[in-house]
């Protein structure tokens, strides 16, 4: 079994600073692709960053030069180190992990329960 724990969500006032982690445990072979994803209220899910095994990483329009992720490849770990938040920024944010779990070369995607990130004064 694999599992995604997220953490470091919270309330954080506009033009603060929060750092989401997201750990993966359980029986892995190989992590490829780990992703941030949020859903807000009465939204639909969206794709936040993503980051690749060797490290590349891609952002929505929205993020662009306010957050940044990045991943420990030892620990199984990827960050979201989110600033200059606004209350938009408000949503669930859960982490996404493209696993292969034993040598058979097939992949799952993985989700976290989601943590909540409220913006607000």
């Known amino acids: 079994q694999v599992q995604l724990v997220e953490s470091g969500g919270g309330l954080v006032q506009p033009g603060g600073s929060l750092r989401l982690s997201c750990a993966a445990s359980?029986?892995?072979?190989?992590?490829?692709?780990m992703a941030w994803y949020r859903q807000a209220p009465g939204k639909q899910r969206e794709l936040v960053a993503t980051?690749?095994?060797?490290?590349?990483?891609t952002y929505a329009d929205s993020v662009k030069g306010r957050f940044t992720i990045s991943r420990d490849n030892a620990k199984n770990t990827v960050y979201l180190q989110m600033n200059s938040l606004n209350p938009e920024d408000t949503a669930v944010y859960y982490c996404?992990?493209?696993?292969?779990?034993?040598?058979?070369?097939?992949?799952?995607?993985?989700w976290g329960q989601g943590t909540h990130v409220t913006v607000s004064s």
């Open positions: 359980g029986s892995i072979f190989r992590i490829y692709a």
């Open positions: 980051i690749t095994s060797g490290g590349s990483a």
């Open positions: 996404n992990a493209n696993i292969q779990v034993t040598v058979t070369p097939i992949r799952l995607n993985y």
